[in-house]
């Protein structure tokens, strides 16, 4: 059987698939969280960009929805990693939140560009939130999947 040569090479595993000593900190990094190491074996790690906050109302069950999503990306055979990203919300935020939709988008993009990720799965809504998330992601140029947190968007 012939290795498929062109089969391009995850982002993650040129840190959690080195067998040096920077491998091994990197995935160490990461077991102390409970991780076991069998989830290093060269699965894709999806990022869950997450902007839950109890100061915004349409992102408040973005929690829950969080969870259902890592549930699919490990059915999926991927390591889902959550972090968090600014929740912008008009009624709360003065002047306008407008104002932070950019602050938002360099948000997405450097925890992006920063971490070993292979994807993202933007959870957020309103109309100031979901724009910056996806101009974040579009300048990392990663696989981008948007879950809407629903009608207020």
Known sequence: MVADSNKKILRSQKSYGKLDKDGFIHRSWMKNQGLPHHVFDGRPVIGICNTWSELTPCNIHLRDLAEAVKRGVWEAGGLPLEFPAMSLGETQMRPTAMLFRNLLSMDVEESLRGNPIDGVVLL????????????????????????SS????
């Open 124 to 147: 957020g809504g309103c109309d100031k939130t979901t724009p910056g998330q996806l101009m974040g992601a579009a300048s990392v140029d990663l696989p981008t999947m948007v879950v």
């Open 150 to 153: 629903g009608p207020m968007l």
